[in-house]
């Protein structure tokens, strides 16, 4: 097999980040890589790890469209945020289940939602997140939230009802 056209030219370095946007992973042999690109001895091009255990399952997680954002939620209500790899616990387990995690399309805001009926909306500064919103429907569960992809509006689901707020107002 030979290299898919997304992926770069190793140099001389052992690994070597695929060209975005395409989201498959990329692979190469890891020694004395030839023209061809031999594709036996298959290692990821880059290994990132960082491991956190939340108190119960994980029910959501998200990336930021904008920067180097990573949002967690679980089954006991944790949301936690990574940053450039350093976690914010945003939220401590309260035995309520987070089932919905959504960042803005400009990655300004992170909407969080679940078993209480209740969303969760916190402005992430570049000093700290902040939660300044608690938006409460009632008792039905929200499994469904979108942000608008270019506007600062969050779309979300309470039983049959749909909901637009509107992070301007």
């Given at each position: 097999g030979t290299v898919p056209p997304y992926c770069k030219k190793a140099s001389s370095l052992a690994f070597r980040p695929c060209c975005l946007p395409n989201p498959e992973p990329?692979?190469?042999k890891r020694s004395s890589l030839s023209s061809s690109y031999p594709m036996?001895?298959?290692?990821?091009?880059?290994?990132?790890q960082v491991?956190?255990?939340l108190s119960e399952y994980?029910?959501?997680l998200v990336w930021s469209p904008v920067g180097n954002r990573l949002?967690?939620?679980s089954a006991a209500g944790e949301v936690d945020l990574w940053q450039d790899f350093q976690e914010t616990l945003l939220q401590a387990a309260n035995n309520a289940s987070i089932n919905v995690l959504g960042f803005s399309g400009e990655g300004q805001w992170l909407a969080a939602a679940g078993q209480t009926g209740a969303v969760m909306l916190w402005r992430l500064s570049a000093d700290s997140p902040e939660l300044v919103e608690t938006l409460t429907w009632g008792s039905a569960w929200i499994d469904r939230l979108q942000w608008h992809p270019r506007q600062p509006w969050l779309t979300y689901n309470c039983?049959?009802?749909?909901?637009i707020w509107d992070a301007d107002q």
């Open positions: 990329c692979f190469l036996s001895s298959l290692e990821p091009l880059v290994e990132l491991q956190r255990s994980i029910t959501a949002a967690i939620a039983g049959k009802t749909v909901h």
